[in-house]
């Protein structure tokens, strides 16, 4: 019979030979997956999974087993892909580049004061087009939004799960993921 | 609950997440209010398409990716090792010195060496008979002056017997 991955997890902690690669196999594609809808970079997101497979292997003794494995694991690799987004904007910041989305909601954006799209069938293919790049505006949110969204619209974790994830009250996961909807339905002229 | 705005829990709605409690008072919300109604079909489209237009990332080749980590996690466990090592280095430099040391304390004048496991009684017996081959020659012991006559007291088995006088 296949082990569960909280077993699974067990056993690499034990240090029992393999386990850790029939873990990495499970996951080595989704967590690749989700590191890359966060930094939207390949050798970023090659790194933050391969880096929270690390951390999954030095601390899988610490897994209490009180939340599904993925849940912790997804945690540890949306802290991986975070902690990459800041250093990568201090970085920024050190040398004088300013992120408009460390901004907030941008108010003044000029995106967001076009008016409502018609919805006319010529129009319709626009509105399809604009879809089309609805990632890449989402790549333009904050990383805590970014992730929310991730784990929401692909994965398809559900709001107590993100909330786990992500270290914060399903509250304030409904509040990103509001504010988040809210962006890119402005930015896709469609409020 | 009351607190949070209606809008907030839209795409929960959507999603089928809500409480009983939180559904009803969006359904109530919804059932008198256009500019929700929209908002909460707007909100699904949206998620419907994020769904539908979910980017592939770039392709990768696993088996590469898997050597690295592989490779990562023996550099990550040799460098865990050698700060064990790193750690540990002053323990062997320890126990030479504690033993320098020792045998130092040992070796030094006017200390008894070490008697493991207390008196050798052998030995006290052999002392005790020699000093008792002293005191049997006392007369002639006494009578010597100390430093000038150690070939005497090595040769006084050899004496004559004393005289009963």
Same mark, same amino acid.
């Given at each position: ?7 699974? =997890? ?9 386990? !850790?690669? %029939? %873990? ?23 790194? =933050? /999974? ?5 951390? %999954?292997?030095?601390?899988?003794? /610490? !897994?209490?087993?009180?939340?599904? !494995?993925?849940?912790? !694991?997804? $945690? ?10 800041? $250093? ?21 954006? #000029?995106?967001?004061?076009? #008016?409502? #799209?018609?919805? +006319? ?14 990632? +890449? ?41 509001? $504010?988040?909807? /809210? ?9 | *609950? ?44 949206? *998620? ?38 790193? *750690? ?19 070796? @030094? ?18 002392? *005790?008979?020699?000093?008792?081959? @002293? @005191? ?7 009578? @010597? ?21």
């Amino acid at each position: 019979m296949e082990s569960s991955d909280e077993q699974l =997890c067990k056993d690499v902690a034990e240090r029992k030979p393999g386990a !850790f690669d %029939l %873990l990495v196999g499970r996951y080595q594609e989704r967590a690749y997956r989700i590191a890359w809808s966060i930094v939207r970079d390949r050798e970023e997101a090659k790194d =933050c /999974s391969q880096d929270a497979f690390l951390r %999954l292997h030095e601390a899988a003794g /610490s !897994f209490a087993g009180q939340s599904k !494995f993925s849940t912790w !694991f997804y $945690r540890i690799l949306v802290n991986c892909c975070l902690d990459q987004q800041r $250093r990568r904007r201090g970085w920024r910041r050190l040398v004088g580049w300013r992120d408009r989305r460390d901004e907030g909601e941008d108010a003044t954006d #000029p995106v967001e004061q076009a #008016p409502a #799209p018609l919805t +006319d069938p010529v129009e319709q293919l626009d509105t399809e087009r604009r879809m089309s790049r609805v990632w +890449d505006l989402v790549q333009e949110l904050s990383p805590q939004q970014r992730a929310a969204v991730t784990l929401q619209c692909r994965e398809g974790l559900a709001t107590k799960e993100i909330a786990a994830v992500l270290n914060l009250s399903e509250a304030t996961v409904r509040v990103h993921l509001h $504010r988040a909807l /809210s962006t890119l339905r402005k930015r896709l002229g469609d409020e | *609950m009351n607190d949070v705005h209606v809008d907030e829990l839209l795409s929960d709605h959507v999603r089928g997440e809500l409480t009983d409690a939180e559904r009803t008072r969006v359904e109530t919300h919804l059932a008198e209010c256009a500019a929700c109604r929209v908002s909460r079909e707007r909100i699904a489209h949206l *998620m419907a398409e994020l769904a539908r237009h979910a980017p592939v990332p770039p392709p990768i080749h696993w088996g590469a990716y898997r050597a690295e980590l592989r490779e990562r996690l023996e550099r990550q466990s040799s460098r865990a090792g050698a700060l064990w090592a790193w *750690m540990v280095r002053p323990a062997p430099a320890l126990v030479a010195a504690g033993l320098v040391a020792a045998l130092v304390y040992a070796g @030094l004048p006017g200390v008894p060496p070490p008697t493991p496991g207390g008196p050798d009684p052998l030995a006290d017996s052999t002392i *005790m008979a020699s000093r008792l081959d @002293l @005191l049997a020659r006392l007369d002639v012991v006494q009578h @010597l002056d100390m430093l000038e006559d150690f070939n005497v007291i090595g040769e006084l088995d050899q004496l004559p017997e004393p005289s009963k006088s």
